[in-house]
């Protein structure tokens, strides 16, 4: 177990910035998920952290040592990648023993056998451990994988991507038993991906990443609710939240296609007339034919639970979450509202939140 911190890391490759004055906090036994685009430099900051690569500035801290003269062996940290780097022509069991059996752990024979026996339970892979790994799916080489950096037991346990070549259901499921092994472990984690419901499943922090820069760090609740600009608005949840064009007229919300929205006490940080976005969850806003707003139905897609309908108000579309009992049909013209208390305030200029600009 560990804590980590990363203190103003900025990392370059020749006149490319990879990652520009990172600032992170990863507390002991936390389940840290760091979203971002491709480039974004969620690999990079795993390397570095690994000892792989060194920073160009800025300070890397394990349990509160600076760990800048440390070679990556005695950083204790397990490095689980997308691709998995089995040995393709020995069993799982040598697979999970190799790690042990290197010079300089020195394990006791005993040992090894008790520790790849527990994780190979705890994988649910008992049952393969005498089969040769280029005999499994998928799914089962990306336990195995996990399998190897879990019998070193080491202190921090960085992700990068380990579910992204799964499919969708083996995803799901690997996702629920990654977190239930994380709690058990009690281990510090850090686990990038460009997958939002990935981070917003498992994450107890999830630090938004845009072009090398960190853009917000929160709790999912946090980051979903109370985005810090747009970015993050429309990196989190699906559909995203909308963001809608208008100004503030007399406490009301008037949108650039003419209709105008009621808007909640907690409102008032801006100026009339001050152009502005204004962010709405799908699930935040509802139809009702006494609603202010006139929209067209342009798209139904139905999710069994919910239905997500896409609504057209001059050239803008509107997601919005409605009951699966909702009777819709394209075209339809429909009357909208939201929920005044839901609705996030963005400089229609910055795309930074009034709440956050203060
Ligand atoms: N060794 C390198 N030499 C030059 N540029 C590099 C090197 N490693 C990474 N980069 C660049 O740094 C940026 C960040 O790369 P990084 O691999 O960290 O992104 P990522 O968020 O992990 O992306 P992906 O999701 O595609 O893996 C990219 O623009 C990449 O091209």
């Known amino acids: 177990m560990a804590h980590i911190e990363l203190k103003g890391i900025t990392k370059t490759f020749g006149s490319h910035t990879a990652l520009k004055n990172l600032n992170i906090d990863i507390a002991d036994g936390e389940f840290f998920v760091l979203l971002g685009q491709t480039g974004a430099g969620k690999t990079t900051t795993l390397r570095l952290i690994a000892g792989l690569e060194k920073p160009t500035a800025g300070q890397i801290f394990i349990d509160g040592q600076d760990v800048a003269d440390w070679g990556a062996a005695e950083r204790d940290v397990a490095l689980v990648l997308q ?51 280029d005999r499994l799916s998928g799914g089962e080489m990306q336990r195995v994988s996990i399998g190897r950096a879990i019998v070193r037991k080491p202190r921090v346990f960085l992700m990068d991507e380990p579910l992204s070549a799964l499919d969708a259901k083996l995803r799901e499921a690997l996702r629920t038993e990654l977190k239930n092994l994380q709690m058990n472990l009690g281990a510090t984690f850090l686990f990038v991906t460009h997958d939002q419901i990935e981070a917003m499943s498992m994450g107890d922090k999830i630090g938004v990443l845009n072009n090398g820069q960190l853009v917000q760090t929160g709790t999912p609740q ?38 105008r929205l009621p808007l909640g006490n907690g409102h008032g940080i801006a100026t009339d007339g001050r152009p502005l976005t204004f962010g709405i969850r799908p699930e935040d806003i509802f139809l009702d034919s006494g609603a202010p707003g006139e929209a067209r139905v342009h798209d139904v897609e139905n999710h069994g639970v919910e239905k997500i309908v896409t609504l057209r108000t001059g050239e803008k579309f509107i997601h919005a979450t409605v009951p699966t009992q909702t009777a819709l049909r394209i075209e339809d013209t429909v009357r909208f509202s939201w929920n005044p208390e839901k609705v996030v305030l963005f400089d229609a200029g910055s795309g930074v939140s009034l709440r956050h600009a203060g």
């Open 222 to 259: 946090e980051i979903y609710g109370n985005p810090v600009n747009t970015f993050v608005a429309r990196a989190v949840g699906s559909p995203p939240m909308n963001l809608i064009a208008g100004t503030l007229a007399g406490g009301e919300a008037v949108a650039s296609e003419g209709y």
């Open 83 to 133: 691709q998995y780097s089995l040995y393709p022509r020995y069993t799982v069991r040598e697979n999970l023993e190799f790690p042990l059996k290197s010079r300089i752990r020195r394990v006791e024979p005993g040992e090894i056998k008790e520790r790849v026996d527990r994780v190979a339970k705890t994988l649910r892979i008992e049952h393969l451990l005498d089969r040769k790994t």
